[in-house]
């Protein structure tokens, strides 16, 4: 038989199943996309239904594809959003939507915990820099504020990966790397933080059993191996946060590696093997998906201006993409390869959904600043693109804060298709920037990486990424874009300090 792996990667708009070898060689894969609901600004939501829907969906494209047999499929592992809420009553069926990572309805919530423990007492737990609306510890209070019939009838809260483990195995557990961000797991002890279920009232009974990454769960159920199409023997394990997951594929688990993702969001990871704290508190400390170890992680909705953009402004672009398979992504590329570093002075601020560490600000909006006659489209377009590379140089200045070098850059994600993005980046950072075979499933095959070990195909993670991991192009930064980027990344931050009071007037209205 040929044994395979199955890596689920459960993002924010899409989920994605890939079938791998044991040398890290990708068999087949498929992605099903999911819309988001959205009925308020601040409210973000999805059915908890459609994520398992789409893991079968993705395991019938795959299956109808014949690139595999999915029987010879012995392990699935995890790649999953952080903070996505689900609600079960005793028999396991969601009580309401999940409520997503993005959701920030919960900043009252946020306030009363800071009230009451301080944001600083909040970093030396949990790793988190402050108490927002974005994290599940306030959106529990929230839907016991004002869904209270909701939460009393609640007997399991459960973050997205452990639901998908529920439902494949009827077994409720967790790992560190996701329950870090809830704020209500201390980081230190590797548990839950008792005083904090007291205020939220949330019984540790309710809450699933604390495991590591990588470790195995059990089989999974015979009901759901025959909807997958799998053998009732495949090993479940439990994943990690995709961003772990995404640091994994790309080999990003040795000292002087930063991992950057530009999907749905920007988020950057930088593991370490010791609870380091920022001395200026901006960047969080998040728990690592090998045993003991940490990373410094943040995300921001960023990432989704791109999409924004194309969506809204590119529709010529779409329509070649529809008539000749070209991607408008690649498209815009092209158009924004016209433009010079620095956009002629265009400048954008990215937060369309708020601003994350290391410059937390949930009422910062996006901004396109410098306009002139003289832009155009393609302007708008590397504007989008450097303001990205502008926040990962701002997360590598915080990292560097701390004492911790940072030698290169390996990217991920939609953004690491684009070579001109990539060199923009580069070129921004002042940093390497490597791309590797897997930089278009990196989270799959972190998640692969895990189940492998867990299921005692590896000896280590380590040894596994020494032999799946490998780069496929390199990017080194351009001098002679570095004097424009400088005043552009000064102008950036600028702009940003100097908007912070409109931002935050603006959400009083």
Same mark, same amino acid.
């Not at 199955?6 to 068999?27: N, R």
């Not at 688990?253 to 999907?263: A, K, R, T």
């Given at each position: 038989?040929?044994?395979?792996?199955?890596?689920?990667?459960?993002?924010?708009?899409?989920?994605?199943?890939?079938?791998?070898?044991?040398?890290?060689?990708?068999?087949?894969?498929?992605?099903?996309?999911?819309?988001?609901?959205?009925?308020?600004?601040? &409210?973000?939501?999805?059915?908890?239904?459609?994520?398992?829907?789409?893991?079968?969906?993705?395991?019938?494209?795959?299956?109808?594809?014949?690139?595999?047999?999915?029987?010879?499929?012995?392990?699935?592992?995890?790649?999953?959003?952080?903070?996505?809420?689900?609600?079960?009553?005793?028999?396991?069926?969601? /009580?309401?939507?999940?409520?997503?990572?993005?959701?920030?309805?919960?900043?009252?919530?946020?306030?009363?915990?800071?009230?009451?423990?301080?944001?600083?007492?909040?970093?030396?737990?949990?790793?988190?820099?402050?108490?927002?609306? #974005?994290?599940?510890?306030?959106?529990?209070?929230?839907?016991?504020?004002?869904?209270?019939? &909701?939460?009393?009838?609640?007997?399991?809260?459960?973050?997205?990966?452990?639901?998908?483990?529920?439902?494949?195995?009827?077994?409720?557990?967790?790992?560190?790397?996701?329950?870090?961000?809830?704020?209500?797991?201390?980081?230190?002890?590797?548990?839950?933080?008792?005083?904090?279920?007291?205020?939220?009232?949330?019984?540790?009974?309710?809450?699933?059993?604390?495991?590591?990454?990588?470790?195995?769960?059990?089989?999974?159920?015979?009901?759901?191996?025959?909807?997958?199409?799998?053998?009732?023997?495949?090993?479940?394990?439990?994943?990690?946060?995709?961003?772990?997951?995404?640091?994994?594929?790309?080999?990003?688990?040795?000292?002087?590696?930063?991992?950057?993702?530009?999907?749905?969001?920007?988020?950057?990871?930088?593991?370490?093997?010791?609870?380091?704290?920022?001395?200026?508190?901006?960047?969080?400390?998040?728990?690592?998906?090998?045993?003991?170890?940490?990373?410094?992680?943040?995300?921001?909705?960023?990432?989704? #201006?791109?999409?924004?953009?194309?969506?809204?402004?590119?529709?010529?672009?779409?329509?070649?993409?529809?008539?000749?398979?070209?991607?408008?992504?690649?498209?815009?590329?092209?158009?924004?390869?016209?433009?010079?570093?620095?956009?002629?002075?265009? &400048? #954008?601020?990215?937060?369309?959904?708020?601003?994350?560490?290391?410059?937390?600000?949930?009422?910062?909006?996006?901004?396109?600043?410098?306009?002139?006659?003289?832009?155009?489209?393609?302007?708008?377009?590397?504007?989008?693109?450097?303001?990205?590379?502008?926040? &990962?140089?701002?997360? /590598?200045?915080?990292?560097?804060?701390?004492? /911790?070098?940072?030698?290169?850059?390996?990217?991920?994600?939609?953004?690491?298709?684009?070579?001109?993005?990539? *060199?923009?980046?580069?070129?921004?950072?002042?940093?390497? /920037?490597?791309?590797?075979?897997?930089?278009?499933?990196?989270? #799959?095959?972190?998640?692969?990486?895990?189940?492998?070990?867990?299921?005692?195909?590896?000896?280590?993670?380590?040894?596994?990424?020494?032999?799946?991991? *490998?780069?496929?192009?390199?990017?080194?930064?351009?001098?002679?874009?570095?004097?424009?980027?400088?005043?552009?990344?000064?102008?950036?931050?600028?702009?940003?300090?100097?908007?912070?009071?409109?931002?935050?007037?603006?959400?009083?209205?």
């Amino acid at each position: 038989m040929n044994e395979l792996i199955l890596g689920i990667d459960v993002g924010t708009t899409s989920l994605k199943a890939a079938v791998f070898d044991h040398k890290g060689v990708q068999q087949a894969a498929a992605v099903v996309e999911y819309s988001l609901l959205t009925p308020q600004p601040n &409210i973000v939501e999805a059915p908890c239904g459609i994520y398992m829907d789409s893991i079968v969906k993705c395991m019938e494209v795959i299956r109808s594809g014949g690139a595999v047999n999915t029987q010879d499929i012995t392990a699935v592992g995890f790649s999953v959003q952080g903070e996505t809420l689900c609600l079960l009553d005793g028999d396991g069926q969601p /009580l309401r939507n999940a409520i997503v990572w993005m959701d920030n309805r919960a900043g009252d919530q946020a306030e009363q915990l800071r009230a009451h423990f301080g944001d600083e007492l909040c970093y030396q737990v949990t790793g988190q820099v402050s108490f927002e609306a #974005c994290w599940p510890a306030a959106k529990l209070l929230w839907v016991k504020e004002n869904e209270p019939e &909701i939460f009393a009838k609640t007997r399991h809260f459960l973050l997205l990966e452990d639901y998908v483990i529920y439902l494949l195995t009827g077994r409720f557990v967790a790992e560190g790397s996701l329950l870090t961000s809830t704020e209500y797991w201390d980081i230190r002890t590797k548990k839950y933080w008792p005083e904090m279920l007291d205020f939220i009232g949330v019984d540790p009974s309710a809450l699933p059993e604390i495991r590591e990454s990588g470790e195995l769960v059990g089989t999974v159920l015979p009901e759901m191996a025959e909807l997958l199409g799998i053998s009732p023997k495949a090993k479940i394990t439990t994943g990690c946060l995709d961003q772990a997951a995404g640091a994994i594929g790309v080999g990003n688990i040795y000292p002087g590696i930063f991992s950057e993702n530009i999907g749905a969001a920007l988020a950057i990871c930088v593991p370490t093997a010791q609870l380091t704290y920022d001395p200026n508190r901006q960047m969080p400390v998040h728990y690592f998906a090998t045993p003991d170890t940490y990373m410094m992680h943040t995300f921001t909705t960023g990432g989704m #201006c791109l999409r924004w953009f194309r969506d809204g402004f590119c529709q010529p672009e779409l329509d070649i993409q529809k008539l000749t398979g070209i991607d408008a992504y690649d498209l815009m590329g092209r158009e924004a390869d016209s433009v010079p570093p620095g956009a002629d002075g265009l &400048i #954008c601020l990215p937060h369309l959904q708020g601003s994350m560490a290391p410059d937390v600000n949930l009422n910062a909006k996006g901004v396109f600043y410098g306009a002139t006659l003289q832009h155009s489209k393609p302007h708008f377009v590397r504007g989008i693109m450097e303001s990205l590379g502008y926040l &990962i140089c701002r997360n /590598l200045e915080a990292i560097d804060a701390m004492g /911790l070098e940072v030698k290169q850059i390996r990217t991920m994600g939609g953004g690491s298709k684009s070579d001109i993005w990539n *060199q923009i980046k580069a070129d921004i950072t002042g940093k390497t /920037l490597h791309v590797t075979y897997s930089s278009q499933d990196t989270a #799959c095959l972190g998640a692969a990486i895990l189940a492998g070990k867990a299921a005692g195909v590896f000896e280590s993670i380590e040894s596994a990424v020494d032999s799946m991991v *490998q780069i496929r192009k390199t990017f080194e930064p351009n001098p002679a874009n570095r004097a424009v980027y400088d005043r552009q990344y000064q102008m950036f931050n600028l702009l940003f300090k100097a908007l912070t009071p409109v931002f935050n007037e603006d959400s009083k209205g």
